[in-house]
């Protein structure tokens, strides 16, 4: 049996026209489920996705579609946020919907879209679904309290694949880095590259927070098609696909490198395309590069 609740669309702001949209969902307190109230709890990890049902352009129905989270329950609970880009498929559905005025109606007309919940272990309550609740090398739930404030990450993101970590940069923020009497706290530098500047997302919130915490979060934002005269970050792509002569590509991620010189004394994370993510984990392995773990989740 899955459960639903019809949650309010709160926010739909277009970042790039046709491409990203920042969405915002929010749930209700409460719930009835067979003639019960539940209390809806929100315990979402950061770096899990919930599930929504919005509609598909293409199919004209509804669709069940995982987004993952860009804020966090601890600050925000029972507001889920994420960024949803189109995704220029032939099959694409709900990706083209979300950019299109339909969604802008429903939006100021205060429909709603169904989210996913779970019964709580004790069927005390419901819970937010989450994507997953184990950390694993094919997803980005963060490492459990305790774990990662020992921890250096370096985290790469392609597209909208910034909204896992945007979610960590909150959630460590709102922690305080792990930073405590003796204990020197986590690092993470947050890599994220897209095509031109207007595609950034969260951009100033992200400069500022690298001004408020420079032992512990690194921030480069790096252009890859077009950039403003002025631009102070990277340009071009963090990794080059080289054909070679025997038709098997030889990728190049020294542009990544010369960001990030201590990729093997880090954790790497990588968010985005499977394309993307298949091209920088393959060029971590033609140069021999074993980073001290390595997680991917492409979509
Ligand atoms: C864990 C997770 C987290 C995600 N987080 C985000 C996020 O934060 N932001 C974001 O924008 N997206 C995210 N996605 C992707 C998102 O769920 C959608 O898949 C994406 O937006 C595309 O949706 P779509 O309906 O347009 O097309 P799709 O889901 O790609 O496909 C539309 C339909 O076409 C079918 N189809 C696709 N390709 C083919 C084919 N070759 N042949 C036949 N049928 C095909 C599919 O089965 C589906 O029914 C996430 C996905 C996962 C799994």
């Not at 960590?168 to 993470?188: M, S």
């Not at 400069?207 to 690194?218: K, T």
């Not at 990794?239 to 991620?253: F, L, N, P, T």
Request: glycine share 8%; with cysteine; aromatic share 10%.
């Amino acid at each position: 049996m899955e459960y639903v609740v019809g949650a309010l669309i709160h926010q739909l702001r277009t970042i790039d026209p046709g491409e990203i949209r920042l969405v915002q969902i929010t749930l209700p307190e409460e719930v009835e489920i067979a003639g019960k109230l539940y209390a809806i709890r929100d315990t979402m990890r950061p770096g899990t996705a919930f599930l929504a049902k919005p509609w598909g352009a293409r199919t004209g129905k509804y669709r069940r579609r995982m987004y993952t989270r860009s804020n966090t329950s601890f600050n925000e609970p029972r507001l889920l946020e994420t960024f949803i880009n189109f995704t220029h498929r032939d099959q694409s559905d709900t990706s083209s919907w979300w950019q299109s005025e339909m969604a802008t109606e429903w939006f100021e007309k205060g429909k709603t879209v169904e989210v996913r919940l779970q019964l709580d272990g004790d069927e005390e309550g419901v819970l937010v679904y989450e994507n997953t609740k184990v950390c694993k090398a094919t997803n980005l739930r963060l490492e459990d309290d305790g774990m990662w404030e020992g921890m250096r990450m370096v985290c790469v993101a392609f597209g909208t694949g910034i909204t896992p970590f945007l979610s960590y940069a909150r959630y460590l923020q709102a922690n305080n880095f792990g930073r405590k009497e003796g204990r020197g706290g986590a690092h993470l530098t947050l890599v994220t590259s897209v095509r031109h500047e207007g595609q950034l997302m969260l951009h100033e919130e992200m400069v500022a927070l690298e001004q408020q915490f420079p032992e512990h979060f690194r921030y480069q934002p790096v252009l890859t098609r077009s950039w403003p005269t002025a631009w102070e970050y990277s340009k071009g792509r963090i990794q080059r696909v080289i054909s070679s002569v025997s038709g098997k590509a030889q990728i190049d991620i020294s542009p990544l490198q010369t960001i990030v010189p201590n990729l093997t004394q880090s954790h790497l994370r990588i968010c985005g395309s499977i394309t993307a993510c298949q091209q920088l984990t393959l060029g971590l392995e033609q140069g021999g590069l074993v980073p001290l773990s390595v997680r991917a989740e492409s979509w």
